[in-house]
């Protein structure tokens, strides 16, 4: 059994504990979109402004579990002020990390997930999975949008 | 809520539980190479040697086709199958086997019904009466009517401690024509005044219809006492396998319903031009049924027929009583448990919140101790949102838990309390 200290690192409980980036962004100029996962009930919202293709600022709101509130904080630091195509960059990393194959297959050079590192763990917890990639499709949505 | 129930009238809980645990093979396994604790049999109960002898017996020596067959072994089957429908009858007090309709869960037995009764008699400006704790499978397949057909859909409120507030329900049922409801809550655990609602609803022309996913396997179930016209319930949480469910109706209805499916077996005539549907129950019964999940389900009533479901009532009680008082004295501070506080007004399903901990979290953490317990929203968005709760963790019992069960339980909740609490 992979132990609970794999899921719960201590950077995963400070970002639960203290989110960064939480709150909203006034819409337009920011985009806005909502994910849902419907096996628990969890809720995300991700705001995100982009000019010129970088993403200015980002916050999420909603509420979930300390996996999905976690990741949406790191994710919010990790992609403030990047351009679009390292978002995507850093979601394929990300994603690759969590085992889940997407469309642009494995990056040649993965992006350096920082924080987000730190929840390599949540893979040998296969249910959490998606509570990981929740806030990350919906900022996906959100770009799109 | 205060759940402090008084546990002197009650005989100790681990009689029962020491008789039946050891007929439940996947009880006696490890998790983690710990004794399981499993405490999600609302979710799905586990299944006694019994119903697994009766299923393996039927593929090993009956397994034919039913109904279709001259020969010897497809007799067998037929009359295995409907063996099983008369001990559903018995079980469930219905007049006759051809009020007995086989379908695949509850789930499918209230869209059998919202599909073959509600849009025979249903129209634009009818209503339906709901309440704020179905189950999605007691509220989507109405939602679908609704947006076909210009049903209004009308909900019986909550009070603060999950009893159904009756106080306008003369005017909640003025046009309504079917009132459809659980008669346990698979959240909170509250049994509402069935057969109240019923008389009611009646009065005012309403048909009702009763989701008896948590009640059947639970209580002793009598149709005509509970007056109502439709019971919907699920094979796999009392002791049978998935995959096979009821719906029992009262005959006249199901009559003048037309098919639901069609297919094999629901017709007595097939032409180019059209069909003649089967009598009862088979009108409903389209194709090649789950035979063996049938007789399954048939070995699980004896099952419980062999324990008496007024013994399943009194255990349910003690263990809910005893549970309530555990977890309360242990974590009141930081537990909140909801439903009616009296162990005598619900069944024994807990959710509850801990704290601030997300109910994921804490199934989580209880996993390790190989406790089971359900975490989400228990398919009843609804209600979750009437509690103010994005997600509830929820431990349930039934017939082979004891009190140890619960004691883990609570120790267990301590280790999410070192995890997640204050710092």
Not at chain 1, 117 to 140: D, H, M, S, Y
Not at chain 2, 163 to 171: A, F, K, Y
Request: with cysteine.
């Amino acid at each position: 059994m992979a132990g609970l200290e794999d899921l719960y690192r201590e950077i995963v409980l400070d970002h639960y504990r203290n989110p960064r980036n939480r709150g909203e962004l006034p819409c337009p100029p920011a985009q806005r979109a909502e994910g849902f996962n419907p096996l628990c009930g969890d809720e995300v919202v991700v705001y995100a402004d982009v000019a010129d293709g970088v993403v200015r600022d980002v916050r999420f709101g909603g509420q979930g579990c300390s996996i999905s509130q976690s990741t949406a904080s790191m994710m919010s630091v990790a992609v403030k002020g990047r351009s679009l195509e390292e978002v995507e960059k850093l979601e394929r990393s990300f994603k690759s990390m969590m085992s889940i194959v997407t469309d642009g297959g494995e990056t040649a050079s993965p992006a350096d997930l920082g924080d987000l590192e730190a929840l390599r763990g949540v893979v040998k917890f296969p249910v959490r999975i998606k509570c990981a990639t929740l806030c990350w499709n919906t900022l996906t949505e959100t770009l799109r949008s | 809520m205060s759940a402090t129930a008084p546990m002197s009238a009650t005989a100790p809980t681990s009689d029962l539980a020491a008789a039946t645990k050891t007929d439940f093979p996947l009880l006696a396994r490890d998790v983690y190479g710990k004794p399981i604790v499993y405490l999600d049999s609302a979710a799905t109960s586990q299944k006694p040697q019994a119903v697994l002898d009766a299923m393996d017996a039927y593929y090993r020596t009956v397994n034919a086709n039913v109904h279709r067959g001259a020969y010897h072994i497809a007799d067998l089957a037929t009359q295995a199958m409907e063996e099983a429908r008369a001990k559903l009858q018995r079980f469930i007090g219905a007049a006759s086997p051809r009020e007995v309709i086989f379908c695949r869960n509850a789930t499918e037995a209230v869209n059998l019904v919202a599909h073959s009764w509600g849009r025979t008699n249903l129209a634009a400006g009818d209503a339906v009466l709901l309440t704020h704790m179905e189950h999605h499978a007691n509220i989507v397949p109405w939602h679908m009517l609704a947006s076909e057909r210009g049903v209004e859909l009308r909900w019986l409120p909550l009070d603060d401690d999950g009893r159904l507030d009756l106080r306008h329900l003369d005017q909640l049922l003025d046009g309504a024509r079917l009132v459809a409801f659980s008669a346990m809550s698979n959240v909170l655990g509250t049994i509402p005044p069935i057969r109240r609602i019923a008389d009611a609803a009646h009065e005012r022309g309403a048909l009702v219809l009763l989701d008896g996913a948590q009640y059947v396997p639970h209580m002793p179930t009598d149709v005509a006492e509970l007056g109502c016209d439709f019971l919907a319930f699920s094979g796999h949480k009392m002791c049978g396998p998935t995959g096979i469910g009821v719906l029992w109706g009262r005959e006249e209805l199901l009559e003048a319903m037309p098919p639901f499916m069609g297919g094999g077996e629901m017709i007595l005539n097939v032409t180019t031009e059209g069909f003649l549907p089967n009598e009862l129950p088979w009108k409903f019964e389209a194709g090649t049924p789950a035979i063996a999940e049938v007789v399954g389900l048939g070995a699980a009533v004896d099952y419980l027929d062999g324990i008496g479901m007024e013994a399943v009532r009194r255990h349910d009680v003690s263990l809910t009583a005893y549970a309530l008082r555990t977890l309360t004295e242990r974590h009141g501070e930081t537990l909140t448990i909801h439903g009616p506080p009296e162990p005598a007004a619900r069944g024994g399903v807990l959710s509850f919140e801990f704290g601030e901990v997300h109910a994921h979290d804490i199934s989580q953490v209880l996993d390790t101790h190989a406790v089971c317990v359900r975490a989400g929203h228990h398919c009843a968005k609804p209600l979750m949102r009437r509690l103010g709760a994005v997600a509830t963790a929820r431990a349930s019992v039934y017939i082979y838990n004891d009190r140890s069960d619960i004691d883990h339980l609570a120790e267990a909740l301590d280790r999410v309390g070192d995890l997640f609490g204050p710092q």
